[in-house]
C-alpha cells in the first residue's frame, strides 16, 4: 500500500492510498502540503518529443520505450502515439513497431491504449495541409485502414481526416461501425461537408483553430461550422503559439468545457533547445527562444514545442480557466473519449497519478500503481 498526502486540483486537502493498480481510497484530511495530487494527464495526440519521433525512418521499439518514459516524467502517463502523412509502407511500418513495444514492456502497454493516425486523407491547400507532404496526400480507402490494423493489432482508435475528400462520408461511417473516432481536422471543407461528416459518425475535431487558412470568409467557414456542432468534441493546442489567448477562451466557450479536450500536438524537437535542425521527417525546422517550431523563413507552425502539462499551465496561467477544469480537459475528458475509465483521482479509479509542485512541475509520477519517476 502506497500513502501520499497533498492537494487535489480542487484545493482539498486529501491522503491518497494506492493498492497495487487501482486508487484504494481518497480521504479528505485537515491539512496537507501544498503538492498538488492530479490524475495522470491523457494525451491523444503525441507525434514525438525530446529528440524522439514516432514518425522515424528508423523508428525502433527501444526508441518508442524511451519517448514514453520521457512524457511520463512530464507527467503524461497515458498517450496516443500520432502517425502522420507518409507513404503506407512507412505509416504500417512505424505502426508494427509501436505495437511490438507495447508487447514487450506491461507498463508501456498500459500507457498507449491506441495510437491515432493524423492523415493522409487531408486537405491538399496550404495552410489547412499544414506540414503535411502534400505528395502523399490520398484519398480514404477503407481497405488500407484494415492493413494499419493488422499491422498494429487493432490499435488504431482515432484517424483524422478532411471530411471534403472524395469517400470520406462513407470512410467515417465505416470506422463509426468499427468502434473508431473519425475526427475533422486540416480541412478546408464546406459546412455541408461538415454536417455530412457528422451525419455518418464523426466525433471529434483536431486541433480546432489550427490546420486551417492564414484568412477564411467570416461566415460561413469551417470553423464556425465544428464549433456549432454539439456531436462534436475538440481538441485544442493550448501552447500559447498556435492559439491566442482569447481566442482559445472563446473557442472553449463555445465548445463547452465538456467536450474539449487539451492536447500537445508534441515534435520530436519539443523539449529540445532553440536552434535550427534538420530532422528526417520534417526537413529544416526551427526552435525559437520562446519554444515556437515553426518551418524556417516563416511563421508556419510545425507542430508544438510543448509537453502536455506546459499546455495545462498556460491555459491556467493565461486564461480564465481553473485548475480543476483545466485537468479535466487534458485527463478526464480525453480518458472519457478513449474509453479507459482514468483521468480521476477517485477510489477505484487506475492509479495514474502525478504529484506536482503548486505551479505544475512533476515531482512523482505513477503509473498503473508503479512509481515510476522522482524529480
Known amino acids: 500500500m502506497t500513502v501520499f498526502e497533498g492537494r487535489l486540483a480542487d484545493g482539498r486537502p486529501v491522503r491518497v492510498d ?7 481510497a481518497v480521504t479528505e484530511i485537515s491539512d ?27 523508428l525502433s521499439t527501444g526508441d ?41 514492456d506491461p507498463l508501456v502497454r498500459h500507457a498507449i491504449p491506441g495510437l491515432h493516425v493524423e492523415g493522409p486523407y487531408l486537405a491538399p491547400e496550404d495552410g489547412p495541409r499544414g506540414a503535411h507532404e502534400a505528395d502523399h496526400l490520398r484519398d480514404p480507402d477503407i481497405a488500407e485502414f484494415g492493413r494499419w490494423q493488422e499491422a498494429s493489432g487493432g490499435l488504431v482508435k482515432i484517424v483524422t481526416l478532411a ?14 461501425r468499427r468502434n473508431v473516432v473519425a475526427s475533422i481536422g486540416h480541412t478546408a471543407a464546406a459546412p455541408a ?42 481538441t485544442f493546442i493550448a501552447d500559447g503559439h498556435h492559439l491566442p489567448a482569447d481566442t482559445f477562451t472563446a473557442m472553449l466557450r463555445a465548445k463547452g468545457t465538456g467536450r474539449a479536450l487539451l492536447v500537445s500536438d508534441s515534435v520530436a524537437l519539443a523539449g529540445c533547445a532553440p536552434g535550427d535542425y534538420t530532422t528526417p521527417v520534417g526537413g529544416r525546422i526551427t526552435v525559437r527562444e520562446d519554444g515556437r517550431v515553426t518551418l524556417p523563413g516563416g511563421e508556419l507552425l510545425a507542430g ?35 474509453g479507459t475509465g482514468r483521468g480521476r483521482v477517485e477510489p477505484g479509479a487506475p492509479a495514474d497519478l502525478i504529484v506536482t509542485t503548486p505551479d505544475l512541475s512533476v515531482l512523482h509520477t505513477f503509473v498503473n500503481g508503479v512509481p515510476i519517476h522522482s524529480a
Open 18 to 24: 494506492l493498492d497495487g493498480p487501482r486508487i484504494a
Open 32 to 58: 496537507a502540503p501544498d503538492e498538488l495530487i492530479l490524475p495522470g494527464l491523457v494525451d491523444i495526440q503525441v507525434n514525438g518529443y525530446g529528440g524522439r519521433d514516432f514518425n522515424a525512418d528508423d
Open 193 to 234: 461537408d461538415i454536417k455530412a461528416a457528422v451525419r455518418a459518425g464523426a466525433r471529434l475535431s483536431t486541433h480546432l483553430g489550427n490546420g486551417s487558412h492564414a484568412m477564411i470568409r467570416r461566415h460561413p467557414n469551417y470553423i464556425w461550422a465544428q464549433l456549432a456542432e454539439d456531436r462534436l468534441a475538440a
Open 64 to 104: 518508442v520505450v524511451e519517448l514514453v518514459r520521457e512524457l511520463w516524467k512530464r507527467g503524461t502517463t497515458t498517450l496516443c502515439p500520432t502517425i502522420i502523412t507518409a507513404p503506407e509502407d512507412k505509416i504500417t511500418r512505424n505502426l508494427r513497431v509501436i505495437a511490438a513495444a507495447r508487447q514487450a
Open 163 to 176: 471530411p471534403e475528400r472524395a469517400g470520406a462520408v462513407d470512410y467515417i461511417a465505416e470506422l463509426s
Open 304 to 338: 508544438s514545442g510543448s509537453s502536455l502539462i506546459e499546455c495545462l499551465a498556460w491555459a491556467v496561467t493565461r486564461t480564465e480557466v481553473e485548475l480543476g477544469t483545466a485537468v479535466g480537459l487534458a485527463a478526464a475528458n480525453p480518458a472519457r473519449l478513449l
